[in-house]
Every structure is written in C-alpha cells, then in structure tokens.
C-alpha cells in the first residue's frame, strides 16, 4: 500500500511539473541598445510573442494578457504561427487578439502554419477587421512622439518561396538612415535579413529549442536541426540585432522542457545613453 502511493506521489509530481512546463508563462525583459536609435525611440517597448498554435492561458487568455498588459508595451509584434493547421481552431487566437489591439498596435507577420492550413485568407481578413496591420511583403511607417520609424514583415516562406523577392518588396523607398524593425518567421534566415540592414530582427518558429538543456540551449529546431543556434535571446549578426521567441505554444512536440512559454518584452536604448 505505502509503495503504490508513493509511486502515485511521484507520478502527480511528474504529471504536475510537465504541466506547468507548457503553462507557465516567463516574461523575458531584454534592453537592446542600438547606436542609430532615435532620441524619442528611446526606452520604447515591444512585446513580441509569437507561436501561439491556438493555445489558450487560462479563461479569455486571462493569464497570457496579464502579463502583456503589465509590461505596458508601445506596440505589439505577432511572428506568426497565431493556429495550428494540424488542429485548427481560431477561438483562441482572435480572444486574444481582441484584448491585445485595446492595450497597443498591433502588427503580425505569417508562419508556416497560417499557410499551411489554406485558410489565411479568412484569419487575414479577420485580423484587419480586429485592427491588427498584417504585413505581406510590405511595411508600415510608423509615428511615436513625432519619430517616424519602418515595421517591414515578410511572408513566411512557404507562402512566398522567394525570400530576397520579399525582402526586396518589404524594403522598398526605405533608406539606410531610416530605423527599421523587421518580422519575420524563420530566424535560421537572419543572414539574408541582415543584409537588407533592418536595426532589429524579430523572428519565432524555433520554440526555444522544445526541450532546452541547461547550460546548452534548445535540443532541436525545425529548419536547424540538433542544437540549433538560433532558438532565444538575442543575436548580433551583421549591423542588425535579431530577438527570437521562445513561442507560446506547441505543434508536433506537445511538450517542453526547460522552456516555458515566453513573452518578450523589449525596451530600446540609446547606445551609450542612459
């Protein structure tokens, strides 16, 4: 009797810590300070999340928008993957989205999923009709406190096959003296990101790594394979500072490890400048 129990102890220890692996949600607050950054843009703040896959945090997201509404964030970035073709189900997504454009702007790039699941006509007209701005090979000029900056956002590639074509579209009539933020899906292609010299890159898709050994990093990401060198944080890479989601949510692996679900919340800095 007292071996079963403990074995059942054990096994409600497990069951509880790989639930609250996929559950718990880590606010990562990152400075990133750039030498160009313009005077007002300094200690602007971004929340990035991406990889959502239709999970939901706790009733209407509750929990999820508690800790973006807390980081009070001047505009909101979405790198694709808001459903998962494999179980697609909206609802929880446009919850989401419906309480993220009261708090902020808020601008989405496509993932792999979003094509995947053939329905991205219906999620795009949906999400402009929420007011979210969905960039397609394109850019938006955005003002704050007179600053003009860019938000440029690319297709995922499944949807665009040619990446450059993208970039190329996305960074039309921008000079390089404007500052220029870039979203896009796929960070294992920062190196071509990084020649079209956007300031900074924000990108997902790797979902940490899925499992993430301590001391190592991500154990494996799709378009990297094993021990993947882009999976979190931020990476230098040329001119440009590229910031990649751990995600939200999971597709083909139902379970992380070491990895909680991640928002990001970004303040800009002037380099050199308090």
Known sequence: MQRGMFFLAILILIVGVLYWENNGLSATELDISIANLPKALNEYKIVHISDLHGKSFGPQQRNLVRVIQE??????????????????????SFVLIKQL??????YFVTGNHEWQSERLSDLEENLATLGVKVLRNDKREVVFQGQKFFLAGIDDPL??????????????SINKKD???LLAHRPESVALYSSYQPDLILAGH???????????????APGQGFFPKYTSGAHQVANSIMVVSRGLGNSIIPQRLFNH??????????????
């Open 159 to 172: 949807g665009y096959a040619n990446q450059d074509d993208s970039l190329r579209k996305a960074f039309r």
């Open 206 to 220: 790797a979902h940490g790594g899925q499992v993430r050994i301590p001391g190592v990093g991500g154990l494996i």
């Open 261 to 274: 679900p991640e928002v990001v919340i970004i303040k800009l800095k002037r380099k050199g400048k308090d």
């Open 71 to 92: 980081a009070r964030p001047n505009l909101i970035a979405i790198t694709g993957d808001l459903i998962d073709e494999r179980r697609y189900d909206d609802s929880a």
């Open 101 to 106: 454009t009261k708090l902020a702007p808020v």
């Open 179 to 181: 500052f220029v933020i």
